[in-house]
């Protein structure tokens, strides 16, 4: 018998390399199709926290109190007056409700509102271009189904029924007239109210005091602090949070008397209110889908791994394998993906991580069992593919470390393959 020629035999090798690289491209445009299959699963969570918000009640922004002095002429801006001292205290809890397969967090809150008011120059307004006996105070809301009850404002020893309405700057608010002739320069005017209401997703303010403090106590386990100011000081445990808020008017960029809320134009007291704002949000953490795309982006890897690592068994038995069951292993690592992302959607995710790696093993470990007839040689891959998946799984919970660890990983995976193809004798005689 013939000796086949050693050129022979590495164009060989080189040609079925460049057929196992080429399928490896050719996945990716599965893999593709996985990304834009996941961010259409979260785009659909959003809708449903949507739809909720829209039945029950929007992410709520509590402003005020503040007092409006309207302008005679509607070629004039308003006047408004913040306050001295601005304390918020609420008690938040969180509801669960679900919309379909989606899980959205709402809640109630129920907020004391209090400080004081000191009085300006007034008889600056009495003869100038605004009209001070139509003063009154304003509370803004995002969305008023959130209130629960009927709110009343406590001024200094009176009350005063607040009612619903719009306002050119803040938008919808609660309102009601006050008596601002009989007040003196430098009175100091102490307010409170009581404002039990609803909302989803977050709760935030603005820092509209002299002094601001904003108090919150809430069962939500996962709270996210946003806007312009973190809390002074926060605790959080697995029975809720408690966060506290301090902010000075040195803090933030407007004083204690605006005309235009959230456009700049010339005058010196316009701001944009939205650049100020803090809170917290409350919601059900969809780190399943974040977690999912960051694993999607390993795919590649794990292809081109499982690929090299049939080809060199392959090589050392002398079993041929059709680049078609190649193929047919790449889409069961990406099947990974697709089992991951629907099983993550109803259970936890560690949980779905591990059982949709269990199927993925034992289908291409008893494939590879049944291709090459060595059991002990299949079951190495599975091992191998066993790692990866775990080496995966840390790296995903990783935040910091996430580079420094992969990269290490993905430098002894190199090195184990440099020292697997030392052994590969490219153009040795059959």
């Known amino acids: 018998m013939k000796k086949e020629p050693k050129t022979n035999r590495g164009n060989r090798l080189l040609l079925k390399l460049l057929i196992i690289g080429l399928l490896s491209v050719l996945l990716l445009i599965p893999q593709q199709f996985i990304m834009r299959l996941i961010s259409e699963r979260y785009e659909t969570s959003s809708e449903a926290e949507k739809e909720v918000s829209q039945l029950w009640s929007k992410p709520q922004r509590i402003t005020g109190p503040v007092i409006h002095i309207p302008a005679r002429s509607s070629n004039d801006n308003d006047a408004y007056l913040l306050p001295e001292a601005l304390q918020m205290k609420g008690d938040v809890k969180t509801e669960i409700r679900h919309r379909g397969i989606f899980d959205v967090t709402v809640y109630t809150a129920n907020l004391n509102i209090d400080g004081n008011f000191i009085m300006p120059n007034l008889s600056a307004f009495?003869?100038?271009?605004?009209?001070?006996?139509?003063?009154?105070?304003?509370?803004?809301?995002?969305?008023?189904?959130?209130?629960?009850?009927?709110?009343?404002?406590?001024?200094?020893?009176?009350?005063?029924?607040?009612?619903?309405?719009?306002?050119?700057?803040?938008?919808?608010?609660?309102?009601?007239?006050?008596?601002?002739?009989?007040?003196?320069?430098?009175?100091?005017?102490?307010?409170?109210?009581?404002?039990?209401?609803?909302g989803s997703e977050s709760l935030m303010f603005l820092p509209l005091g002299n002094s601001t403090e904003v108090q919150l106590s809430?069962?939500?386990?996962?709270?996210?602090?946003?806007?312009?100011?973190?809390?002074?000081?926060?605790?959080?445990?697995?029975?809720?949070f408690t966060a506290t808020w301090k902010i000075l008017s040195i803090n933030r960029d407007f004083s204690q008397m605006v005309t235009k809320w959230n456009e700049c134009g010339n005058g010196p007291r316009c701001v944009n209110m939205n650049e100020n704002e803090f809170g917290v949000t409350m919601k059900v953490p969809v780190l399943q889908y974040q977690q999912t795309t960051r694993s999607v982006k390993y795919a590649y890897l794990f292809i081109f791994l499982t690929f090299a690592t049939v080809f060199f068994m392959e090589y050392r038995h002398q079993t041929p394998i059709h680049p078609v069951q190649y193929l047919l292993i790449g889409i069961a690592l990406l099947v990974f993906y697709t089992l991951l992302l629907s099983f993550s959607e109803h259970i936890p995710f560690l949980w779905?991580?591990?059982?949709?790696?269990?199927?993925?093993?034992?289908?291409?470990?008893?494939?590879?069992?049944?291709?090459?007839?060595?059991?002990?040689?299949?079951?190495?891959?599975?091992?191998?593919?066993?790692?990866?998946?775990?080496?995966?799984?840390?790296?995903?919970?990783?935040?910091?470390?996430?580079?420094?660890?992969?990269?290490?990983?993905?430098?002894?995976?190199?090195?184990?393959?440099?020292?697997?193809?030392?052994?590969v004798k490219w153009y040795k005689e059959s």
């Open 126 to 198: 009495v003869d100038s271009v605004y009209d001070i006996s139509k003063a009154e105070m304003l509370i803004a809301l995002n969305d008023f189904r959130g209130l629960t009850e009927n709110i009343t404002l406590k001024l200094d020893d009176k009350s005063y029924s607040m009612k619903s309405d719009k306002d050119e700057e803040m938008g919808s608010v609660l309102c009601c007239r006050i008596p601002l002739l009989n007040m003196q320069e430098g009175q100091q005017v102490n307010y409170s109210v009581k404002l039990p209401i609803k």
């Open 218 to 240: 809430s069962d939500c386990t996962s709270p996210s602090f946003q806007g312009n100011f973190l809390p002074l000081s926060q605790t959080i445990s697995d029975k809720g």
């Open 352 to 423: 779905s991580y591990l059982i949709a790696m269990l199927m993925t093993i034992v289908l291409i470990t008893g494939y590879l069992a049944g291709i090459l007839k060595i059991r002990k040689t299949a079951i190495m891959i599975g091992l191998m593919l066993l790692s990866l998946y775990v080496f995966m799984y840390v790296l995903l919970q990783l935040e910091t470390y996430t580079l420094l660890v992969g990269s290490i990983g993905i430098f002894i995976i190199l090195a184990a393959l440099m020292y697997a193809s030392q052994k």
